[in-house]
């Protein structure tokens, strides 16, 4: 749980304490250092020096305006590492591709030359303020012009995520209240994870005003406004919140949607329209005092409405096409209900006769009213008929037998308590001892015990040598 998903220990202990167990805190340290161990093993990488084509140390991002550019390779490496095998690192003289950052993830995409021979980038990542680029294999003419392209589609993806990202931090200070602070996110392709501080679980009606003020935003159709190179303090005074812990250079960039002005470095949506819909998935706590929403956008949100769409279709069919599903599974549940009822009422008459049939079959054996026999009812049935008929007798004593199916048998065992107490009878001792021969075991009280087991062929010799507890 800590490894794979970065669940916290503490809250580990807490819910662990609140169930009544301890956490083993020694052996969790052991199984730590194992993983780290292992993983330190897994990350063992030689990484090869640079090969410099083109002396230009700056490497200029234009990534905010342009998704391909014409670029010049001006240096790569080898990496070798047992996860990943051998990966080229490059550096051009300018980017389109977002570096991994601020939460956002690293751009995908190609690299093609004027040959059209194609090297897929399949990481981006900022290395002492180097962008770099992550491909399986070089390019095949490494001095030759390239075109840099980014993969549009999951770009556009990430962006409206991230937008989203915004106009929901937003609407947590609005709707819980300006404690709310940012404590971490996450902005994937396909989904948006933010942490944030609060003391307790969302309802759901603050769930749905927090999804009702993001997607006013974006049917507000909100303009980006966007200030690069603008002083802290200018910033500061248009209302931007600074993140705590977060480290910002002179000038920072503003990006404003409306009301929501942030600090970021993070790809965006031209307009909150861009992003369609925003749909919470889940509400849960990660450590105390810290929320996690994971929320979706754009495509995954038309991805997610058309499935659900593709069941209730499904739902519908099952029930022969009705106009209103949840009126005919209303119907269905009360049919099912009223069954039921008939079903027990059967039962219960079925048990009545039953008793009728029993007690005219009861033989009179040393002052005991005595009976073995096998009967087709459940073990709850069996119980019920058993405790029926010790109404009517003080000194009964009953095996039941039974067998539900061809591997299955059971046993039941009931005497009268006057009976049981003054002559020692022992229900728990008959089925123990003749659960024996149906292959099986049980156990019970002195007057009542049951015993199951899987071979039915034993039921007659059992039915017969009940007699022999009688003496
Ligand atoms: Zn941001």
Redesign the pocket.
């Known amino acids: 749980m800590y490894d794979t998903f970065g669940f916290p220990v503490d809250l580990t202990a807490l819910i662990l304490s609140e169930k009544g167990y301890t956490l083993d805190e020694k052996g969790f340290q052991e199984k730590l250092q194992k993983q780290k161990n292992r993983s330190r093993a897994a990350s063992e990488s030689s990484t090869e020096d640079w090969t410099v084509l083109v002396d230009d140390t700056v490497e200029e991002f234009i990534g905010y305006d342009a998704l391909d550019a014409p670029v010049k390779l001006t240096r790569y490496r080898k990496v070798t590492s047992k996860k990943d095998g051998e990966m080229y690192q490059l550096v051009f003289n300018l980017t389109p591709f977002y570096p991994e950052g601020?939460?956002?993830v690293g751009d995908k995409g190609y690299l093609e030359d004027i040959h059209g021979d194609v090297v897929y980038i399949l990481d981006t990542k900022k290395e002492n303020n180097v962008i770099i680029h992550f491909t399986k294999n070089l390019p095949k003419r490494i001095n030759g012009d390239l075109k840099a392209v980014v993969d549009e589609k999951q770009r556009h993806r990430t962006t409206c995520n991230?937008s989203a990202?915004?106009l929901l931090h937003q609407a947590l200070r609005e709707v819980l209240g300006t404690h709310v602070t940012q404590k971490g996110s996450a902005v994937h392709s396909k989904y948006l994870r933010f942490d944030f501080s609060h003391f307790s679980k969302l309802t759901l009606d603050e769930l749905q005003a927090v999804e009702d003020f993001v997607n006013a935003r974006i049917s507000g159709k909100l303009p980006l406004i966007e200030k690069r190179n603008i002083p802290m303090q200018q910033a500061i005074d248009d209302g931007a919140i600074a993140l705590f812990g977060e480290k910002y250079g002179d000038t920072v960039r503003a990006?404003k949607f409306g009301a929501s002005v942030?600090l970021?470095g993070?790809t965006h949506v031209k307009n909150t329209g861009d992003i369609w819909h925003f749909k919470i998935k889940s509400e849960g706590a990660v450590a105390s005092g810290i929320r996690r929403i994971e929320a979706i956008t754009n495509d995954a949100v038309k991805d997610f409405y058309s499935e659900n769409n593709k069941t209730l279709f499904e739902i519908k069919d099952l029930l022969n096409n009705a106009k209103e599903p949840t009126k005919a599974v209303l119907k269905l549940q009360e049919e099912n209900t009223s069954l039921q009822k008939q079903v027990e009422q059967l039962l219960a008459e079925k048990a009545q006769n039953l008793s009728g049939e029993i007690k005219n079959q009861l033989q009179e054996i040393n002052g005991v009213q005595f009976l073995a026999t096998k009967v087709d009812l459940d073990a709850n049935g069996i119980k019920n008929l058993a405790f029926t008929l010790g109404k009517d007798y003080q000194n009964l004593f009953l095996l039941f037998a039974t067998n539900p199916s061809k591997d299955k048998a059971m046993l039941t065992c009931y005497i009268s308590k006057e009976l049981a107490n003054e002559r020692g009878y022992d229900a728990g001792k008959v089925v123990r001892e003749l659960g024996k021969l149906i292959h099986g075991g049980g156990g019970g009280q002195n007057f009542f015990a049951t015993a199951g087991g899987k071979n039915p062929g034993g039921i007659p010799k059992a039915l017969e040598e009940a007699k022999n507890y009688l003496v």
Do not use: K, L
């Open positions: 601020g939460g956002q991230h990202t915004h990006i942030e970021c993070g």
